[in-house]
């Protein structure tokens, strides 16, 4: 069980989150719904060790070992779509890089710059280079902003596969609906307002 | 046919051929009005006619020891124009990543910026040997010119990418080759096309001040001591030539060097 216990964080006067506190099942895919700003970016990024709470503990995962999708693409403007999966596969599953390019469906399109990709393109290449990640636990946030609904579906079914823990944050009820749970979240500050586990 | 014509006159003719051509004429024109007006030896003295001063280029350009000065010089500011790069390099990522390193050093480089070439080049002549200085001075001018440049790139350098290579646990190594060198290049693109002509001008300088045995500075000095201007403009488009062509080369080696950005 992934623990957030007693989280605290502000900017200035700003409170994001305030003793927020939460258990999340350290399997399966776990999607996190609110409002945009209510602070699920945040709490995802508290996750990934990108932001140091003021006060509060987090237990049940190795930070070390988290792999993040950010909110924005941040593809390297000077960067082929292939170099942005080999830049981040571990030597180990260097095999593996025909299998991500064909998972985002961005074979034909291995040896383009970003600036050469459709919105959705860029959005698959960043999803499938968080996945090319060795970690024990994926956060991905808005991870389908642009993708359309039968890639979202490969996508998902991907990763349910993968047999890791996977926390997203999403405004699509698709995505909602393949997710094993779905917490209901609302703010600022961040409060739960429903967990919602499906068969 | 029409467009390869158009191709042609765009690329070729506008750009090259006509501000040639139409130089050249000014330039012949006002060596006319010398030799219309001033008696003797008007042209020799005040302003010679390109085509003497072509002639005098060829007949330069027939002595081995013409080439062997040139490629002296080249060396040297080559030399200086590498040396200013890597240490203003090397001081723009201490003045970035360091407070105090900015604080002790953005003062020296900036008295570097303001100090006259000639101040360095007689100074520094009594450091160095006479032809080491000419490097020695063209590394002074270059570097300050490639710290701010460079400096402005490493700040500039987008932070949600810094950030990306943190969280995905990039080597330092692939920091810099991922992110840091293709975010720099046009950076170092705009610090090289300053620094060559800077280069060539303080250098050539320093060789007329230093006369090191062989150099076009030394050259364009005893052009002076024989009153032989047609040799003094040939020598000075040589310069002309051989800074634009540097910075030609220089640039495109950058420009290839890790993709387009």
Request: aromatic share 8%; hydrophobic share 50%; proline share 6%.
């Amino acid at each position: 069980m992934i623990s957030c216990s007693q989280l605290s964080l502000s900017y200035g006067e700003h409170t994001i989150l305030n003793q927020f506190s939460i258990d999340i099942p350290s399997e399966g895919i776990t999607a996190l719904s609110g409002p945009s700003g209510c602070g699920k970016t945040s709490l995802l990024r508290i996750l990934a060790g990108l932001e140091q709470p003021q006060t509060g503990t987090i237990t049940g995962f190795d930070p070390q070992k988290t792999a993040i999708q950010f909110q924005e693409n941040r593809l390297f403007p000077w960067r082929t779509v292939e170099e942005h999966l080999t830049d981040v596969l571990p030597p180990h599953r260097a095999s593996q890089l025909s299998h991500l390019l064909s998972l985002a469906q961005l074979e034909q399109a291995a040896k383009q710059l970003p600036k050469a990709l459709s919105g959705g393109m860029q959005r698959r290449l960043s999803f499938v280079r968080t996945l090319a990640l060795d970690a024990s636990l994926y956060l991905l946030d808005e991870p389908f902003t642009g993708v359309d609904l039968p890639r979202i579906t490969i996508l998902m079914d991907f990763l349910k596969l993968l047999q890791l823990p996977v926390i997203l944050s999403t405004h699509e009820t698709e995505v909602l609906q393949l997710a094993d749970r779905v917490i209901v979240l609302d703010g600022p500050p961040l409060r739960v307002i429903q967990v919602i586990s499906q068969p | 046919m029409m467009r390869s014509i158009m191709a042609f006159l765009k690329r070729i003719v506008f750009p090259v051929l006509l501000p040639l051509v139409f130089w050249l004429g000014v330039w012949q024109f006002c060596a006319y009005q010398v030799d219309l007006w001033v008696d003797g030896r008007g042209n020799q003295l005040l302003l010679p006619y390109p085509l003497t001063v072509l002639e005098t280029f060829v007949s330069l350009s027939l002595s081995p020891s013409f080439w062997h000065t040139i490629i002296l010089s080249l060396l040297r500011i080559l030399m200086g124009i590498l040396l200013g790069c890597l240490l203003g390099g090397l001081c723009a990522i201490f003045t970035t990543t360091s407070t105090i390193c900015h604080c002790l050093m953005s003062p020296v480089i900036r008295i570097m910026r303001a100090t006259p070439v000639a101040s360095f080049i007689l100074l520094l002549l009594l450091w160095f040997y006479r032809n080491t200085v000419p490097t020695v001075v063209v590394a002074l001018m270059v570097l300050p010119i490639l710290w701010e440049t460079m400096a402005q790139g490493i700040t500039a350098v987008d932070p949600q990418l810094l950030e990306l290579t943190r969280a995905y646990h990039f080597t330092p190594i692939q920091t810099i080759k991922i992110l840091y060198l293709p975010s720099l290049r046009p950076y170092l693109f705009s610090g090289l096309a300053n620094g060559v002509g800077l280069g060539w001008k303080s250098g050539v300088a320093a060789e007329v001040l230093c006369l090191p045995k062989l150099g076009i500075g030394t050259e364009i000095y005893l052009t002076k001591q024989n009153l032989n201007i047609p040799a003094l403009f040939a020598w000075t488009i040589m310069v002309v030539a051989l800074s634009f062509v540097m910075e030609q080369l220089l640039t495109l080696w950058v420009s290839k060097k890790g993709g387009s950005v």
